[in-house]
Every structure is written in C-alpha cells, then in structure tokens.
C-alpha cells in the first residue's frame, strides 16, 4: 500500500493531505492509497479523510491529543511495517519535516525530501526536486522495499473526492513512552484565510515602501477580497512581517487560483514558492522586474496609488 499520514488541524483535513493523495496517484505505485490519522477526537476527520482514499486507518488515543515527534514517528513506521507498505508519505510541513527522518531510519528506508513531482522508473521511485536555491531541478530514484518521501506543500493539485467512500479500520499502536513533554501551546489567531488553504492570495514584497503601507495596502486588499497575506523573505527579514507569512523557497509554497503581487520584484528564490498559482497579477512600478515574466496581468505602477483604487472597487 502507499501509506500517506493525514496532515489536519482543528479536525479539518489539511489541504496539504489531498495533494498527498494526488501525488500517490502519479507515483505509479502500486496498491491502496492508504491514509493514516493520528490524534484524539479525530472521527470528523477520517469521515473526511474516507472521501479520497481507498482506505483510512484511525488511531484515536488520548497520549496522540497533541503532535510528538517520537510518537508519530513511531506510529508510522509500525502501520508500515505492518501494512508491508512501499511508500510512505508525510507533509513537507515543519512538523513533517521533523518526523519524517526518524520514520526512514526507523524502517532503514531511503529518504526523498520536499519532492514536487513523482513517478516510476522500474522498480524505482523517480523524484523531482529543488536545488541551488531553487535554480534547478534535480531527478532523484530511490529503490528499496519500502521509501519514505515528503511532499513540499503547494506542488500537486488537490484530489478530487472519489465516487465511492473508502473503508475505515481502528488500529492499535505500540507508542513508546514520551521524552519530550508538551507543557503548552499558542495558535497565531487570525480572522484571514491560512495561508496554504487560501484560493486567492496578496503578497507583499519591499516595493510596498513601509510596515505601515504593508498593512494598508497589502491586508487592506486582502481583507476586501477575502484572501490570505503573504510576505517575501526580504519583508520578513526587515521584521515587517512574520515568517508565518512568508511565500518562496525558504518559505511557504502556495498554488492557489489567483496570486496577486504588491511590490514584489519576483526573485527567482520567490518565483519557486508561488510560480505554479494558476493566475498572477503583479503590480510593481519597474517594468523590468523579474515577476512580470510569469505574470498573467500586470500593472506598471505606483502600488500607492493603484491599491486604494482596487480596495474601493472591491469594497462597491
């Protein structure tokens, strides 16, 4: 089977899982697409989860109640074992990129990372990803009875739900007893779109001037459209924004169906994190600038005197 472990939160299934599921599909691998949730309280979300795959296995126990590298590790690589499954595949999230290793040593499996694309070779699995800072894409194969791989966030599309629902099971786990004890957790609290969930997007870049016109330009549009707020890592960086928001390499990767650029040069580390949204609009007042080269409309000009005029027409 191929063995994808649910990403969800606030018992809503992440977006990040259904591009894990369209991914399984053009791997080419062969057997179930099998999805793994872990946590408490989760039957909201493997009834959800049940819509896209042929099958879901539910681990409910409370000691899953909050997200631990170790226990997640070891869940994974036990339904692998027990599954025989030749693939397992975990979010390219900060919290997948943490337990995703310790799954691959765990199994003694090869280790693909933030992968963008997948196929066969033969018995081999065949993978795309970024190097150099984004600037080529290498071709990786890994070969083996089982291969674990992370999919970066934003690189497939999402799956479609399937006619028929997928059945579910309850599994049992052998967890290992905890070294790392979570005494609390803060949650950013926002009445915005995430920004991974989000279908339209506004971002930002340092041709928006200030923190100050950021926040009138840059949430002013979103906040009359509904869309989410993102941030280029030089905006982040000057401390204007959190990295929370930041899109690109070293960020977020996002696809949603309309991506609107402030300001934004269009670095190519940048280009790799938002290239694959379906419509790009950029406004920025150098008619040179790297972004107007994957943009589907763009507008040479002052972002000052454009922006307020489109928040206006958006607000009619």
Same mark, same amino acid.
């Given at each position: 089977?191929?063995?994808?472990?649910?990403?969800?939160?606030?018992?809503?299934?992440?977006?990040?899982?259904?591009?894990?599921?369209?991914?399984?599909?053009?791997?080419?691998?062969?057997?179930?697409?099998?999805?793994?949730?872990?946590?408490?309280?989760?039957?909201?979300?493997?009834?959800?989860?049940?819509?896209?795959?042929?099958?879901?296995?539910?681990?409910?126990?409370?000691?899953?109640?909050?997200?631990?590298?170790?226990?997640?590790?070891? #869940?994974? !690589?036990?339904? +692998?074992?027990? *599954?025989?499954?030749?693939? /397992?595949?975990? $979010? =390219?999230? &900060?919290?997948?990129? %943490?337990?995703?290793?310790?799954?691959?040593?765990?199994?003694?499996?090869?280790?693909?990372?933030?992968?963008?694309?997948?196929?066969?070779?033969?018995?081999?699995?065949?993978?795309?990803?970024?190097?150099?800072?984004?600037?080529?894409?290498?071709?990786?194969?890994?070969?083996?009875?089982?291969?674990?791989?992370?999919?970066?966030?934003?690189?497939?599309?999402?799956?479609?739900?399937?006619?028929?629902?997928?059945?579910?099971?309850?599994?049992?786990?052998?967890?290992?007893?905890?070294?790392?004890?979570?005494?609390?957790?803060?949650?950013?609290?926002?009445?915005?779109?995430?920004?991974?969930?989000?279908?339209?997007?506004?971002?930002?870049?340092?041709?928006?001037?200030?923190?100050?016109?950021?926040?009138?330009?840059?949430?002013?549009? #979103?906040? !009359?459209?509904? +869309?989410?707020? *993102?941030?280029?890592?030089? /905006?982040?960086? $000057? =401390?204007? &924004?959190?990295?929370? %928001?930041?899109?690109?390499?070293?960020?977020?990767?996002?696809?949603?169906?309309?991506?609107?650029?402030?300001?934004?040069?269009?670095?190519?580390?940048?280009?790799?994190?938002?290239?694959?949204?379906?419509?790009?609009?950029?406004?920025?007042?150098?008619?040179?600038?790297?972004?107007?080269?994957?943009?589907?409309?763009?507008?040479?000009?002052?972002?000052?005197?454009?922006?307020?005029?489109?928040?206006?027409?958006?607000?009619?």
């Amino acid at each position: 089977m191929i063995l994808i472990v649910a990403e969800h939160t606030g018992g809503n299934l992440g977006k990040a899982t259904l591009e894990m599921v369209s991914a399984a599909r053009d791997s080419g691998r062969e057997g179930p697409v099998t999805l793994l949730v872990l946590g408490h309280g989760v039957a909201g979300v493997a009834n959800a989860a049940a819509a896209y795959a042929d099958q879901v296995l539910v681990a409910d126990l409370p000691q899953l109640a909050t997200y631990n590298a170790e226990l997640w590790a070891a #869940a994974a !690589a036990q339904i +692998a074992q027990e *599954g025989e499954a030749s693939t /397992v595949m975990i $979010a =390219g999230s &900060r919290s997948g990129r %943490e337990y995703a290793p310790r799954v691959a040593v765990k199994l003694d499996a090869p280790y693909l990372e933030d992968v963008t694309r997948l196929g066969s070779n033969g018995a081999a699995l065949q993978a795309q990803r970024y190097t150099y800072l984004a600037r080529v894409t290498e071709t990786v194969e890994a070969e083996g009875p089982v291969v674990v791989v992370t999919v970066k966030p934003g690189s497939f599309n999402p799956a479609q739900a399937a006619a028929t629902a997928g059945e579910q099971y309850d599994v049992e786990l052998n967890l290992p007893a905890p070294r790392v004890e979570v005494t609390g957790k803060s949650v950013e609290k926002s009445s915005r779109v995430a920004l991974t969930e989000a279908d339209v997007i506004v971002t930002g870049g340092r041709g928006v001037g200030s923190p100050e016109n950021f926040s009138a330009y840059v949430e002013g549009l #979103a906040d !009359a459209i509904g +869309a989410g707020v *993102g941030a280029t890592r030089a /905006v982040v960086d $000057a =401390g204007w &924004r959190p990295y929370a %928001e930041q899109v690109g390499q070293t960020g977020k990767t996002v696809q949603p169906g309309a991506y609107i650029a402030l300001g934004v040069s269009g670095a190519v580390q940048h280009l790799s994190g938002m290239g694959k949204s379906k419509n790009i609009i950029a406004i920025n007042k150098d008619a040179e600038a790297p972004i107007f080269k994957v943009a589907d409309y763009g507008i040479v000009g002052d972002v000052g005197q454009i922006v307020p005029a489109l928040i206006e027409a958006a607000r009619k």
